[in-house]
């Protein structure tokens, strides 16, 4: 075997890389946090090494419901990072489609733009914007991910005469390693979201924490919520599938937007039906899925207003509301998990929600939750036999007009 060199071996470590910035993006600045911070620090220490930087910027486009990309923008003397989120269907805008980041993504190998000279083709909206600021130069380089996806960053000067050549060398020298830890951030970041967006983020949080043993779970006290929406299959025979699809995630929005102003977590959608659980425990949990549920039936009657104005039939729909302890946690097959919660409180919870229909009412409470909840009075249904469960339960519901 080849031995280390002696100075190697004198001193305990490989030689440091030349150049202190990049030293530190292979080493201490793995360990920061996220992108924002990763480009705060990066920014400092080039201002501090000579490299006239007034603002820089990383634009990322991201795997996300709602966003097409996100966009970080440092500023020499900001106390923070500014943050602008890209919602989809900007990429047909103007202002993507004039923007130096449209020309990266396509495979521009770089833009630059000096904007001190007065014959600057200023062909850009964004370069005359920069040019009444007082910046000098700009540059818009890419960056390649792993996967081939391109990002942007822009890096701009308020110096005279702009970047000099040894600066846009240095910066080209840092891209590469710069790159790979945006992407790791990114990445980091994008399991979050869509844990996050299919799970829901307590569930997301434990899963990254490494709760993904088959089996592992832990016994909760917590409101529960389940609604289903009536006459779904005559529904889905009558309409078109992109009506019908529309119709359910106009009333998702209506009921998980409520579960989750209320701190409730939702943990499936099942066809057309949400379960979902208020994990505090006692009053506390039931008054906010109660609240929950007053809130999502006031939006839901917005909606079917809004439907019958435009000649569409109403949606009618049942929420039941029970509280108990569940097991919260990992069940399935061995390569194919659910992180959900089970238990006799999430049957009761089903059962009795299939009672709206022949009580012809939009909402029920089990005794359980009556007696937890301290609510404004409640009108009780009587006592009924559920499905599957032992006991008779009491069912109540919110006077008229409450």
């Known amino acids: 075997m080849t031995a280390l060199p002696a100075a190697v071996a004198a001193v305990g470590h490989w030689p ?7 030293d530190w993006l292979i080493g201490d600045a793995r360990r920061l946090p996220d992108g ?61 489609l004039k ?45 390649t991910f792993s996967d081939g996806m391109i990002h942007g960053t822009t890096w701009s000067s308020d110096h005279p005469g702009g970047f000099g050549g040894a600066a846009l060398a240095q910066l080209e020298d840092l891209l590469p390693v710069f790159g790979l830890l945006l992407e790791i951030h990114l990445s980091r970041r994008m399991a979050i979201t869509l844990l996050d967006t299919y799970v829901g983020h307590n569930a997301g949080e434990r899963i990254l924490k490494g709760e993904i043993t088959r089996g592992r779970g832990t016994t909760v ?20 599938r992109d009506a019908l ?11 998980a937007g409520a579960v989750e102003r209320q701190g409730g977590e939702i943990l499936k959608f099942i066809g057309d039906a949400l379960l979902a659980i208020f994990p505090l425990a006692g009053e506390q949990a039931c008054r906010r899925a109660l609240a929950a549920a007053c809130e999502a039936r006031e939006t839901m009657a917005a909606l079917n207003a809004r439907r019958r104005a ?8 049942g929420i039941a509301l029970h509280v108990g302890e ?12 659910d992180f959900t919660v089970i238990g006799p409180a999430v049957n009761l919870a089903v059962r009795l929600e299939r009672l709206c229909r022949s009580l012809d009412r939009e909402l029920l409470l089990s005794d359980s939750f009556a007696c ?14 559920l499905e599957g469960i032992a006991r008779p339960v009491e069912v109540f519901t919110l006077p008229a007009g409450a």
């Open 36 to 96: 924002p911070t990763l480009l705060t620090e990066l920014c400092t220490r080039l201002v501090a090494q000579g490299v006239p930087l007034a603002r820089a910027s990383f634009h990322l486009r991201v795997l996300h419901p709602q966003l097409f990309g996100v966009g970080f923008y440092w500023q020499r003397g900001a106390k923070e990072i500014r943050v602008f989120r890209a919602q989809h269907g900007i990429e047909q805008t103007d202002l993507f």
């Open 245 to 255: 699809l529309a119709c359910l995630n106009d009333y998702f929005d209506c009921m």
């Open 99 to 143: 923007s130096p980041m449209r020309l990266l993504f396509e495979g521009a190998g770089a833009v630059r733009q000096r904007l001190d000279l007065p014959d600057a083709p200023l062909a850009v909206p964004l370069f005359e914007e920069l040019r009444r600021e007082g910046l000098t130069d700009y540059v818009a380089l890419p960056v």
């Open 372 to 385: 937890d909840c301290a609510a404004p009075p409640l009108s009780s249904l009587g006592r009924h036999r």
């Open 310 to 317: 435009r000649g569409d039939e109403a949606l009618a729909f």
């Open 326 to 337: 569940v097991m919260y946690g990992n069940i399935g097959a061995a390569d194919r998990l």
């Open 16 to 22: 440091r890389r030349p150049g202190a910035l990049l």
């Open 221 to 240: 006290a917590a409101a529960i919520w389940y609604c289903d929406l009536r006459g779904f299959t005559a529904l889905s025979e009558r309409l078109g």
